[in-house]
């Protein structure tokens, strides 16, 4: 059974940091890109970032860029996302996902790309 399990989402303040973990388990998910997306109160699940199976490209969505970074260590089989500088717009459900297809070369945006997903951590950043 393919899982999961995203941890360290909390409450903080604008200009803090977080860091989110994402421990995927059920199959190999070193031979898979995993991206972090997010869903705010009454929007759509959006890309956040995502990180190349064997963590050679990253791709960040504009408004992340610069202050969050995403990064895999597949010994420990866990991705993580630092979040810095948070703004009350960074508050969201944070969503981790593991890329549909083995090997891609470049990380999808697309939320159709990932076909296994965990069940979120919320972050509230308050201003």
């Known amino acids: 059974q393919v899982q999961l399990v995203e941890s360290g989402g909390g409450l903080v303040q604008a200009g803090d940091s977080l860091r989110l973990s994402c421990a995927p388990s059920?199959?190999?998910?070193?031979?898979?890109?995993m991206g972090w997306f997010r869903q705010a109160p009454g929007k759509e699940r959006e890309f956040v970032a995502a990180?190349?199976?064997?963590?050679?490209?990253?791709r960040y969505t504009e408004s992340v860029k610069g202050r969050f970074t995403i990064s895999r260590d597949n010994a420990k089989n866990t991705v993580y996302l630092q979040m810095s500088s948070l703004k009350a717009e960074d508050t969201a459900v944070y969503y981790c996902?593991?890329?549909?297809?083995?090997?891609?070369?470049?990380?999808?945006?697309?939320?159709?790309?990932?076909?296994?997903w965990g069940q979120g951590t919320q972050v509230t950043v308050s201003s």
């Open positions: 059920g199959r190999t998910f070193s031979i898979y890109a």
């Open positions: 996902a593991a890329d549909r297809e083995r090997y891609r070369n470049y990380p999808s945006t697309r939320i159709t790309e990932y076909n296994y």
């Open positions: 990180i190349r199976w064997d963590g050679a490209t990253t």
